[in-house]
């Protein structure tokens, strides 16, 4: 039930899965279960339980991490958001009074549905981070990784002690210079000026249509809160329309607008890439500039060589990564997509045969009758 | 709330026997077959309640309730007419009033063969509303309507089989105007004509030819069909002398104070005899609980189509609402697909973004169409209802009218026994003679009471049975409305599956 990407879990060497969670209140409590034959592990299979903001731990520690500069780090997975469900739950409250039992027990039972449809939808996206991870050749080696995945203890001691030493400056300083570095740079590279013009332009596009997606899934959503229940013999038939096209609803949402959304995040981190190579060759022109004031000074010379080579480098090496990892982007994109728009023209095609039987079945039964 | 990543859409493509419930159309298993109404009627005597201060009852019984109170004499006061036909009903109404008391049996039953009999003409009897024009101009133009009956020769009801008369929409209201004022009183449930409508009217008035008010025309003469057609189906109806006469004749007498005519005018005549039947100081004490169940089988269905009708007006909103997100998403889509950079997936975004675009506009479309249909025959059933509540309230009126006359009896009969002691041979002579008459009022009051009641019987399981049809065939018409868009959302999708599956 994997939307948003490929199948991730065919690397048997290390297999992870998220097999259920418990919801308390507004805390998600899910237990991250892994299988694997790497000896870099204690044990070939553990589970353990983890919060979403333990996810969120994982990924910043990555993010902030040098040697992945050349990577596309997988988005951190959105925080569970309940508050749907919730507003409703608070709703049916106060109209019990004023509601048939019938109707009360049909709201409660949509709003059960609701609940349950956002928990699967957060679990999944907290499962796909780990595939993402569990499945890129560097990053799956992580320490950090590693401990997350055994670590039998609370991380949140880990956590705040994290947030203590690196405070979030450098993700900070990310979003702010974002897109003016990026434009603003002298690209030499073919492959990354194509990248560069194509992401952003694809990144504007793709945020406007998941919002775009993510509206006309909420409209299509209320909707299924206005049947026809007052027609009473038929009541039965709307019931069973209503709950199909609840179903498609949430297929569309599952399969459009959560990869829309997926993709989205997806192609922010492709950018946050970008940058960090934009940033690595700003180093190296700055460098180059400082190399050229050393020598005119007769001043400190080694040292700005040396600084200029480290700089020369680390972009090189951005350069290289970051071309390996766009490309298999690009790959893994389409993939997702195509995967994604299959199913959900099958389940449309589905569940429209569904209603036609439904239809049909009542047409002919009145006019038997 | 544990949960697993399992997928929960089981096929459901089970279908379950609909039950039967109280609803917009039953199984008829409302209402006592006729043999078993002469017997049942026999004991709906009500009981007479009498207090101490019978004088004050009987004074404002009389008051609220007579003969010649002002809701009759709206009905009566449908303007001049040369062609006055006298406000008797037809004959077969007459004859069981002739009747005597222990021939009831017997005038039943024939009632019933004539009832199979008019049923089976009435329905062979079909009325068409076609090609609306506009006559004159300005202020005063009018639209006239081509009124097409057509009728087996052998219900000998017309001279042709087959004929055409244009009428305009006044015409229809002065109809029902002459129809209620017959019929209404004797309990028979009288299709109401169509609303007056100012502001759809004028615009067709000034001559504006925009889609909206061609929509109204095309609105109005389905409605006027729909109303001549539940008329003429009608077996009593049909054999009305204005009835034939508006269906037949070249030339009809314009109908003027058709105000008080129309559907909302009824609705208020209606209403003033409810409060005049509250106002009541001898409550009806309802014998029969036929009457007192379907009065709240009709009130249920009022209150149940009036929820529809709003749910329907909300649900069309709706769709607007998620056409016009539907149509923003295909937009944006389009243009990702633009600025995706592989070809097939490009190709396939573009494709989608149609999709969704067809398949929004055809759900609208639909959508519509049959909201408007189930708009309009729920209207006419809310108005229907107006006029089944008004026979209900008639045969109150009726009962009451027979209180009234045997409460005077009363007060004769003690008047005389006074008069007895006293020496005026004249007044006790006088007073005996009063009594006569009043003994003879009496009992016509008894059977004008038994015989609404039993029109209302034979009326209501009629008006069910049509309901029930109406209901049956909207409702199908609208199923298989849907199905057809859904089979059509199976093509546009059918279509996208191999662009989609092209991409690689």
Not at chain 1, 44 to 55: G, K, L, M, Y
Not at chain 2, 37 to 63: H, I, M, Q, V, W
Not at chain 2, 454 to 467: A, G, H, T, Y
Request: aromatic share 8%.
């Amino acid at each position: 039930m994997r939307s948003v990407s490929v199948d991730l879990n065919h690397d048997a060497s290390l297999l992870i899965d998220i097999p259920d969670a418990l919801c308390e209140r507004d805390k998600v409590k899910f237990t991250v279960h892994t299988k694997t034959t790497l000896t870099a592990f204690q044990k070939p299979e553990i589970s353990v339980p983890r919060q979403h903001e333990d996810f969120i731990w994982l990924h910043d520690t990555l993010v902030e991490t040098e040697d992945y500069a050349g990577l596309i780090i997988p988005p951190a997975p959105p925080k569970p958001d309940f508050e749907s469900p919730r507003e409703k739950m608070h709703k049916l409250g106060e109209g019990e009074a004023t509601m048939t039992k019938e109707e009360y027990t049909k709201m409660k039972q949509e709003l059960e549905a609701e609940y349950l449809a956002v928990f699967k939808k957060t679990v999944q996206v907290h499962e796909v981070f780990l595939q993402r991870l569990s499945s890129h050749p560097i990053l799956s080696k992580d320490r950090n990784f590693q401990i997350f995945l055994e670590y039998d203890q609370d991380l949140s001691v880990r956590r705040k002690n994290a947030k203590e030493m690196f405070g979030g400056f450098f993700k900070n300083m990310v979003k702010s210079a974002d897109e003016v570095l990026i434009s603003g740079i002298k690209e030499v590279d073919d492959f990354f000026e194509q990248e560069k013009t194509f992401l952003l332009d694809y990144y504007s596009k793709i945020k406007d249509s998941t919002a775009k997606a993510e509206k006309m899934t909420r409209t299509h959503k209320m909707f299924i809160l206005f049947p026809f229940r007052h027609m009473e013999k038929l009541s039965d038939l709307f019931e069973k329309l209503r709950k199909v096209e609840g179903r498609v609803a949430s297929d569309q949402e599952l399969k459009l607008t959560e990869l829309l959304r997926y993709y989205m995040r997806d192609i922010q981190a492709a950018k946050d890439l970008l940058y960090r190579r934009a940033r690595a060759l700003v180093d190296y022109e700055n460098s180059n500039k400082a190399l050229d004031k050393a020598r005119l000074k007769s001043k400190d010379i080694p040292q700005a060589e040396e600084h200029q080579q480290q700089c020369l480098q680390k972009f090189d090496k951005l350069s290289e990564s970051g071309k390996k990892e766009l490309t298999s982007f690009k790959g893994r994109r389409v993939v997702a997509f195509r995967k994604n728009l299959v199913e959900m023209a099958e389940l449309e095609i589905k569940h429209a045969k569904n209603n036609v039987a439904l239809l049909q079945g009542c047409i002919e039964l009145l006019k038997n009758n | 709330m544990a949960a697993t990543a399992r997928d929960p859409m089981a096929n459901h493509s089970d279908f379950q026997e609909v039950e039967n419930a109280e609803d917009l159309f039953p199984e008829l298993t409302g209402g006592p077959r006729e043999e078993a109404d002469s017997s049942g009627e026999r004991s709906n005597g009500p009981k007479l309640d009498f207090d101490d201060d019978a004088d004050d009852l009987f004074a404002e019984a009389t008051e609220e309730v007579s003969l010649d109170s002002p809701e009759r004499d709206v009905l009566l006061s449908d303007g001049p007419s040369p062609a006055i036909t006298p406000v008797t009903p037809p004959t077969s109404v007459l004859t069981p009033r002739l009747a005597h008391a222990h021939d009831d049996m017997f005038t039943h039953s024939s009632f019933d063969e004539l009832e199979e009999e008019e049923s089976s003409e009435a329905s062979a009897v079909a009325v068409s509303v076609s090609d609306p024009e506009k006559v004159g101009e300005g202020m005063n133009a009018y639209m006239a309507y081509k009124v097409t009956t057509k009728a087996p020769p052998s219900s000998a009801l017309f001279r042709l089989p087959e004929f055409s008369v244009r009428r305009r929409f006044s015409d229809f209201l002065g109809l029902h105007g002459k129809l209620a004022s017959k019929y209404m009183h004797a309990g028979y449930i009288v299709p109401p004509a169509p609303e007056k409508s100012i502001v759809g009217m004028t615009k067709v008035k000034v001559g504006k030819e925009d889609p909206s008010s061609n929509e109204f025309v095309e609105k109005r003469r389905l409605a006027l069909e729909r109303y001549l057609m539940r008329t003429v189906q009608h077996p009593v109806l049909l054999k009305d002398p204005d009835l034939v006469q508006f269906l037949e004749s070249s030339e009809l007498p314009r109908a003027i104070n058709t105000q008080a005519l129309s559907g909302a005018g009824l609705l208020r005549m209606v209403n003033k005899a409810a409060d005049a039947v509250n106002k009541m100081t001898i409550k009806m004490n309802e014998s029969d609980a036929w009457f007192e169940e379907k009065q709240q089988h009709f009130e249920n269905l009022d209150a149940q189509l009036r929820k529809v009708h709003a749910s329907v007006e909300s649900l069309v909103c709706h769709r607007k609402e998620l056409s016009q997100n539907t149509a923003q998403f295909a937009k944006s889509a389009a243009m990702l697909g633009n600025s995706e950079d592989h070809t097939a997936l490009s190709r396939a975004l573009s494709q989608l973004a149609e999709v969704e675009e067809k398949m929004e506009q055809q759900y609208q479309q639909q959508a519509n169409a049959d909201f408007f249909l189930l708009a309009e025959l729920l209207g006419d059933y809310v108005r229907l209802l107006a006029a089944v509540k008004g026979v209900f309230e008639q045969r109150v009126k009726a009962w009451q009218k027979w209180q009234d006359t045997q409460l005077l009896l009363q007060r004769k009969r003690e008047a005389e026994v006074k008069l007895h002691f006293s020496n005026k041979p004249d007044k006790l002579q006088q007073a005996k003679d009063d009594i006569k008459e009043l003994e003879g009022k009496v009992q016509q009051g008894e059977r004008d009471f038994e015989h609404i009641s039993r029109v209302i019987r034979r009326e209501v399981s009629r008006f069910e049975k049509e309901r029930v049809k109406d209901f049956k065939i909207l409702v199908t018409n609208y199923l298989e409305a849907l199905a057809l868009t859904q089979q059509q959302l199976i093509k546009y999708w059918e279509a996208f599956l191999p662009e989609a599956k092209a991409i690689s």
